[in-house]
């Protein structure tokens, strides 16, 4: 693992406490020092600081992404805004957690992103959608091919992050059906992180953005109270 946190104190806490976790943790203080060392290592996993000088969190994940590096990143913010996490999914980042955050928050989302890039996200079994020969699936105007992690509406591939990928994947096969928010959590997350967590909200929000199409219907719907379900209307 590659920890990139200026914050000497969060810095030398949280390598301890991933350490005693069980992990073999890298820590750096920047994000050039953060680049240099994917670069030699090839870390599992990465946890960006966004907020670093000289080269910042954000710039890192782009970096690394415009290489077609898809380490699994989990990225370490003070901001709170929508926007500003938008930001963070923007630039590739799969997961993120809020400063102030409790370390068993970072260990579940760590084993999350660890489970997914190990193939074990996976829908309940309730299988709505078709799989194809091919061992694609489908559902309404939206293709999906695991193996290779490409998706599509129509002709048009769909530019996804790992999380994004996984959260449409569950819900393409179990078209039809409502998903708690309970369920996305721990099918996607691993973790339940309670009913005033906006981190399920802002991904649905996100991945929206890039599924619908103008006068196209939409495929992705808010149960109110519930959850989210792919249907088209």
């Not at 943790?25 to 966004?50: F, K, M």
């Not at 996305?184 to 991904?203: E, T």
């Not at 939409?218 to 149960?223: E, K, N, Q, R």
Request: proline share 5%; aromatic share 6%; hydrophobic share 45%.
């Amino acid at each position: 693992m590659l920890l990139a946190e200026d914050d000497r104190a969060i810095r030398h806490a949280l390598e301890r406490a991933l350490t005693l976790e069980g992990y073999e943790v890298t820590a750096v203080a920047d994000g050039v020092e953060a680049i240099a060392q994917a670069h030699r290592s090839a870390p599992d996993i990465l946890v960006l600081d966004v907020m670093m000088p000289g080269i910042d969190g954000l710039q890192v994940c782009r970096v690394l992404r415009a290489e077609g590096d898809r380490t699994p990143i989990l990225m370490l913010t003070a901001l709170v805004e929508t926007p500003d996490r938008i930001a963070g999914l923007d630039a590739g980042a799969d997961d993120y957690v809020v400063k102030p955050f409790d370390v068993d928050e970072v260990f579940a989302r760590l084993r999350a992103l660890l489970r997914r890039t190990n193939g074990a996200a996976w829908a309940d079994g309730r299988d709505a959608a078709p799989t194809e020969p091919d061992g694609q699936v489908a559902a309404a105007d939206l293709r999906m091919d695991p193996q290779a992690r490409r998706a599509w509406r129509g002709e048009r591939e769909l530019e996804l992050t790992r999380t994004e990928f996984d959260l449409l994947e569950l819900l393409v096969r179990n078209a039809g059906i409502v998903l708690d928010h309970a369920t996305i959590y721990d099918r996607i997350w691993g973790y339940d992180f309670g009913p005033g967590s906006k981190n399920l909200a802002v991904y649905v929000g996100y991945l929206r953005r890039k599924v619908d199409e103008p006068g196209a219907p939409s495929l992705i719907h808010t149960v109110r109270g519930v959850g989210y379900v792919l249907r088209e209307d």
